[in-house]
Structure formats: C-alpha cells, structure tokens
C-alpha cells in the first residue's frame, strides 16, 4: 500500500514564526503536492515537485515555499505564519501520469 | 486557479438508498478521480477513470468518464453508515503538468 506520511496531525503556532509541515512518501513517486483545504474553498493547489530539486507554484503559492532535497520528502514552509494560514493542509504523492494519494493532513491552527 | 462543479452539495438520504453526484468542467481531462474524506483524515482513493466513456466499480461504488472528458459521475447503490463524507472529483492532466483540479465536495449524510 502507498503511504504518504505528515509529520504532524496537528499544529499550533504563534504569528510570525516559521514552521515547517513535512511529507514523506515510501512508494518512490516522483510527483508530490501540498494542498490546503478550508471550508466553502475545497482543496487549493500550493505548491508541487516533479522531481528532486524542481518545484513549481501552484493557485495560492503566496506566504508558503517549499523544499525538495530528497525524492521521498517534500516539505512546505511557512516562512511567517499569520492567522489567515490557519487550515487543513494536505499532501500528496504520485507515480508520473498516475493516480494521486493523500497523507492524512496536518491542522494548523496559527494564533 | 479553476475548482471543477461538483454537485449536489451536500445529501441527506435514508441507509439503503442510492446515491448520485456528479461532477463538470469547463476544460477537458484525460483522467477522473473520485475521492473520500472523512473528518480529520485525508482524501482516500475511491476509483480512477483513465478513458473517455468508461465505467468502473468498485463494490457498491460505481463511476463513470463522460464522453466528452468534461465531466463524470460517481453513484453508490445501498447506502451504509460508513458511507458518510465528503466525496470529491478531481481532474488529472496526466500528459500535461498532473496536477489534480478538484471539486468543491458533496457531503453525505446518511439517516439511520
């Protein structure tokens, strides 16, 4: 079975810091995504990785960066979290022109 | 960025009765997807569409890629208990750059 694994179920943070949301996947799938999901939003892409070293902005990239030094983990970045962040963020992997998988998410809660 | 129009919305239906929803968009995919979300967890994998026009099962869920690769739906035949979520589409550009588009959910609840 695939696994996708996030690092935290839940978070909480204070204004300004920098946090770090991490994913590792055991399937050795070249694509990986990071999504947040709020109510009456559905998911929204941020940002995603082909591959190691490569990345590319999704919808909402703004106030996030990413980081993909090894295929198997792909971490999103807050680099100054503010309220507005506060959400579901989810992960995700998949195989080129392939099916994707989710972690279980991570909640944020910026305060 | 483009959300797909997932409908209906939400569902409140007695167990052991069917379930419809359907999801449209204005661009054109060359792969469906159908997800589960329950609270607090990730979206699971319910069933992948590769071909326009196709029609796959998966126990009591079946799905199927429209013709015109604008659109798909998912049914479920008699309804349980643990059926309850919020089930979304997602379009796939397999041969563009993969990521997923998705629906805005239907929420199900189910009546005992």
């Known amino acids: 079975d695939v696994k996708v694994t996030q690092s935290s179920r839940y978070l909480v943070k204070r204004t300004g810091e920098k946090v770090f949301l991490e994913c590792v996947q055991d399937m050795d799938h070249e694509n990986m995504f990071w999504y947040r999901q709020d109510p009456g939003l559905g998911l929204r892409l941020i940002y995603f990785s082909y591959d190691v070293k490569m990345k590319e902005k999704g919808d909402i990239p703004e106030g996030y960066s990413v980081s993909r030094e090894k295929k198997e983990r792909f971490s999103l970045i807050l680099e100054s979290a503010s309220t507005n962040q506060t959400s579901m963020y989810l992960c995700a992997s998949s195989l080129r022109e392939s099916e994707a998988f989710f972690g279980q998410g991570t909640r944020l809660t910026v305060v | 960025g483009q959300q797909l129009n997932q409908s209906p919305q939400s569902m409140f239906i007695q167990e052991g009765e069917d379930v419809s929803m359907n999801c449209t968009s204005s661009?054109?995919?060359?792969?469906w997807l159908w997800y589960k979300q329950e609270p607090g967890e990730g979206p699971v994998l319910l069933i992948a569409l590769y071909k326009a026009g196709e029609l796959t099962s998966n126990g009591r869920l079946t799905a199927q890629f429209g013709i015109t690769r604008k659109d798909s739906f998912l049914n479920i035949s008699a309804s349980i208990p643990s059926d309850v979520g919020i089930y979304f589409c997602?379009?796939?550009?397999?041969?563009?750059?993969?990521?997923?588009?998705f629906g805005t959910g239907t929420r199900l609840t189910i009546i005992p």
């Open positions: 997602a379009g796939q550009d397999l041969k563009g750059n993969e990521k997923l588009t």
């Open positions: 661009s054109i995919f060359n792969t």
